[in-house]
């Protein structure tokens, strides 16, 4: 195997890594983008060649996993049809918070006062994880001026566990960062979402920017 075709299936199954976490987090639109980088053209076709690769079990499973997005999502037009919610309702549930070059992030209301968040590094390299990490330690320990301090379980070998604590003390974001590049975690708002909304995109547009730059390595 030459070099260049490890580093094409090495892409291959970091595209198929990224387009999982997005299915996770609900950021559909994007999965099925990154997912349509990796099928054949006619790819709704099953084919019965046994894959012979890393790069050829990525394509398979992209195509499987491209297949089974089209069929829920013509399912699931039939049930808006039928029920008839509002389409702008739909289309909001559907967009990233924060839709950044290192990171993208999804939120949905889980109380009154919290949020749900599910998100992802969208450069899986070990290399650029690793200074993900090291650069929020960094920060935990120095106290920085992006306010992440640790909690509890800071510095778990499956990931990084940090809490982040606007200026106003009135968010409140508790997070696990993972090995592979997933982030989940709840944010608390006072007095609830709905009236700190302008402040919690703020907030996370400051996440990204210090996720941006430590996959910089500024």
């Not at 490890?6 to 639109?29: C, N, P, R, Y």
């Not at 997912?35 to 050829?56: G, H």
């Not at 997070?175 to 402040?199: D, N, V, Y």
């Amino acid at each position: 195997m030459t070099e260049r075709q490890s580093e094409e299936e090495t892409k291959a199954v970091e595209h198929l890594l990224i387009a999982d976490f997005a299915m996770w987090a609900g950021d559909v639109q994007y999965a099925e983008k990154v997912l349509l980088k990796l099928v054949r053209p006619n790819f709704m076709r099953r084919t019965r060649i046994v894959p012979q690769s890393p790069q050829d079990w990525a394509q398979r499973t992209a195509e499987a996993r491209l297949r089974q997005l089209y069929y829920c999502r013509g399912r699931d037009r039939k049930i808006r049809v039928d029920s008839n919610p509002s389409m702008d309702d739909q289309r909001r549930a559907q967009q990233p918070i924060i839709a950044s070059d290192s990171l993208r992030v999804m939120c949905y209301l889980a109380t009154p006062e919290s949020l749900m968040v599910r998100g992802y590094l969208t450069d899986l390299d070990p290399a650029n994880i690793d200074r993900i990490f090291a650069k929020l330690h960094t920060a935990m320990d120095n106290a920085s001026d992006f306010t992440v301090n640790p909690s509890e379980s800071a510095k778990a070998s499956s990931g990084l566990a940090f809490r982040q604590v606007s200026e106003s003390r009135q968010i409140v974001g508790r997070f696990q960062l993972s090995r592979l590049g997933s982030l989940s975690g709840t944010i608390f708002a006072l007095p609830s979402i709905k009236e700190k909304q302008k402040a919690i995109r703020k907030w996370f547009f400051d996440l990204s920017q210090f996720i941006n730059s430590c996959a910089g390595g500024q």
